[in-house]
C-alpha cells in the first residue's frame, strides 16, 4: 500500500537531514503505530506519506504511485489522508459539513456525491447532529473528530495521523481511538504516530524512530517484551497486566497485550 | 473575566423569510443597483418612496423596521458633518443667518438630500448583510466575479480568504483572550492610565497574536493541501447555488422600482415645491 524505500530528507537550509534511509513497507488495513523522541523525524514521514514532502534522497510510492510525480500528487493526497495535531489548525470553514465538503468539493465531486460523503463521515465519527452547527462550538474532542470526518470524506485507503490524539482528554481520546478501531475494521490501513504506549499497544505493528531512521519494527508484544528498554519508552499498565496474567498462566502466549485480546482469553479460560 | 466576548457573524440575523431565501448573488447585484439608483435619484420627495422600499424589505425579511433603522447608526457621525457643511457652505437664497454662517435655501434641501443619501445607503448596504449568511455572500461573490478570473481576477481564492477570515474570527477572539489573561497574570496592567499608556500596553498582547497568527497560517495552509486544495483549481461546492424564479422576479422589481423612483422624480415630485 505505502511503500518507503531508502527515504532521505533534508529541510531546505537545515544542516542535518531529518529523516535518513528510512525503507518501511505498510501493507494495506494494517495499523501502524510509529513511535520516537521529538525530533526522530516522525512527522517529517508523515508529510511524505502523501507528498507535502518530496524525498530529497530514496523514493516513497502509494499504490506504486511516485509521490515524486506531480501528476500523482492529487490521487495520493486523497488516498492517504492526514489528520494533524491541533484540531484549531485543520478546519476551513464555520459549519461543519462545510469544512468536512471542502476535500471533497477540492476534488470537483458531483454535488449529490460531496452530499453523501459528508453525511457518511460525519456519521462515522459520530457528529452527525451537529452537522449545521459552527465548527467554533465543538467540543476539542468533537472538533479533532471534525477533522477525523474531513479527512475520511477525501475517501481515504490509508489514514495517517500525527499525534491526532495528543491534545485531546481522556475522553475525547477514547471516543476518537474508537473511531479508529470501527475504521480498522472496515478495512482502513492506519499509520499512527504517537507519544502514547498504551495506544501503541493497541496497533499491529510498531515502527521505531530515532534520529531520521526506522530503528526497531514488530509486533507490540515482541516489543514490550524489553526492546522498549532501549530507547526508554515506559511500560503501559496494559502490558504490565498482561505480563503478570502470562507469568500466572492465565492467558495463553499467543495472546496479544490489548485488553480487548486479554477480556478474551480470560472470558475462554 | 472574559475580555473578548461575542462570536460574531456580522451583522447576519438568521432567518427564513423570502429574502433570506433568495440567491445570494440576485442580493448583492440587487443592493449596487439600489446604491446606483440613491445617486440617480435623490430628491427630498424621493426618500419618501426609498422609504417605502425599506417598509416592503422590511416586511418581506421578517426584520422589524426599528432595527434596519438602526443599522444606519454606525455612519450618523458622518451624516452629521455632511449635513452641517452642506448646510452652511452652499450659496443660495438666504433663509436665515446663525452669526456669521448663513443658510440658504439650496443649502437645506442638498444638506437633507446628502444626509438622506448617505443613510439610506449604508441601510440598504445593512439589510444585504442582515439577510445573507457570510458563507453565502462569500458564494454569491466568487460566482459573480467568476467571469473576470479569465483576465486574472483570483475570484475562487477572494472567496476562499473570506471563508477562512470568517472560521478564524472566533478563534483569533480567544487566542487574544488567552494572551490578555496571560499578561494580566505577569503582572500586565490594561486598564489604567491616559489613552497613549493603554494603547501602548497593548504591544505585549499584539506581538505575540501576530506570531500565532503566522503559525495557525502555516500549519492551516499544510492542513489545506493536505486535503487537496489547489489554489486557483476548479471546485465543486456542497450547497451549490440555484438561481431561481423569484430571484429573477425580485430584480426586476427592484429595477422596476428604481425607475419608478427617476419617473416620479421627474413628473410628479417637479410640480411640488423646492
Redesign the interface.
Known sequence: MLSVRGVGYTYPGAPAPALNEVTLEVARGEWTALIGANGSGKSTFA?IC?A?LIPTQGACFVRALDTSIEENQ?VI??CV??V?Q?P????????V??DV???????????AE??RR?DDALELVGLASYRRR????LSGGQKQRLALA??LA?APEVLVLDESTSMLDPEGREDFLACLKSLKKNGMTIVQITHRMEEAVESDRIVVMSRGRNVWDGAPAAFFDGAYRNWDFEEPDEVALYRALLADGFVPNATPPTVDAMMGALCLS | MRFMNG?S?GQFIPGDSPIHNLDPRCKIASTFALLAGLFLASTPYDFILWGGLLALLSHFSKISIGTILRSGRPVLFLIVITVILNLFWTPGHELFRIGPLAVTREGAVFAFSMGMRLYFLVVFAAMLMMTTS??SFSDGLERLFSPFSKIGFPASEMAMMM??A??FI??LFEETDRILKAQISRGADFESGGLIKRAKSFIPVLIPLFVLVFQ?AE??A?????????PG????????LAWRMGDTLAIAFVLGYIAFVMFAERTLFRALPL
Open positions: 508529510k502523501n507535502l492529487r493526497r486523497q489522508a492526514l494533524f491541533n484549531e489548525d485543520q478546519i476551513v470553514a464555520s459549519i459539513e462545510e465538503a471542502f476535500g471533497p468539493e477540492n476534488l470537483g465531486l458531483p454535488h460531496i452530499r459528508v459552527g465548527s467554533y462550538s474531513g479527512a477525501l | 462570536i457573524l457570510p458563507m471563508t477562512i470568517l472560521r472566533p478563534t495557525r500549519n492551516l499544510t492542513a489545506m493541501e493536505a486535503r487537496c486544495y489547489v483549481a476548479k471546485r465543486a461546492r456542497l450547497n451549490p
